[in-house]
């Protein structure tokens, strides 16, 4: 029992206490890194793993010096990182999650690098349960995707409104796959697009594609909605 409460430092001593230490972050780093990863999230299984390493590394080289300012600065260093994550686009703010497991991650590292181990891996699945299970909450309380697929023609423009397409895919967190080429001439191209007909903010998806310029019209399910715009 003293392995999952006690200090490792004073159980193992230097320089296994250290070694052990270090693959245990690099485990609880991996181990919620592939849950993102499946996820298909930006903050995967490298980054995570990493930012768990550094963290512990960090706070052992700080109780080292004995002045605790290198493990300080994690907290407010970690932010940096953090932000980056976050994407302010045109669709509204999206990567918060990820930030948020990224400073999760780092206070792992820190549990680690001051040698409770126990309770760092009990940390580690306490927030794999919160990205899995809660979002499978979620999910059930507001209903599962109801999946539909609509023929949209839009203006070739020389590639260019495809490459538009693939960033409102990113700006709504949707798979390439979503997206698949049926038809292209020089002048117009169609496409097939899958979105979900249940929650009003991925229905937003094709409510966005149709206010797009090149768009010009859209066959959902059978009916054909073309988009009458002055010029055309």
């Known amino acids: 029992m003293r392995w999952l409460t006690g200090d490792w430092h004073l159980l193992l001593g230097t320089p296994w206490a250290e070694i052990m230490l270090t693959f245990v972050a690099v485990f609880c780093g991996a181990l919620i890194g592939v849950e993102r990863e499946r996820k298909d999230k930006p903050t995967g299984t490298r980054t995570l793993t990493l930012v768990c390493l550094g963290s512990a590394v960090f706070t052992m080289v700080s109780g080292m010096v004995s002045d605790g300012k290198i493990a300080a600065q994690i907290v407010s260093g970690i932010g940096f990182l953090g932000a980056g994550a976050v994407i302010h686009g045109r669709f509204g703010v999206s990567g918060l999650t ?36 809660i979002s499978a909450v979620e999910q059930r309380l507001l209903g599962p995707c109801r999946h539909a697929t609509a023929t949209v023609t839009v203006q070739s423009n020389g590639g260019k409104t495809m490459v538009k397409v693939a960033d409102l895919l990113d700006g709504f967190h949707l798979p390439p796959s979503d997206c698949s080429l049926l038809d292209a001439t020089e002048a117009n191209t169609q496409i097939l697009v899958r979105y979900c007909t249940t929650h009003a903010h991925h229905r937003a998806f094709l409510a966005q594609l149709a206010e797009m310029p090149e768009v010009t019209a859209i066959h959902r399910d059978g009916n054909e909605s073309p988009l009458h715009r002055p010029g055309k």
């Open 98 to 133: 990820s930030a948020a497991t990224i400073w999760a991650v780092a206070a792992i590292g820190m549990l680690v690098g001051v040698g409770y181990a126990g309770g760092s891996l009990a940390l580690c699945f306490l927030i794999l349960a919160v990205l899995t299970v």
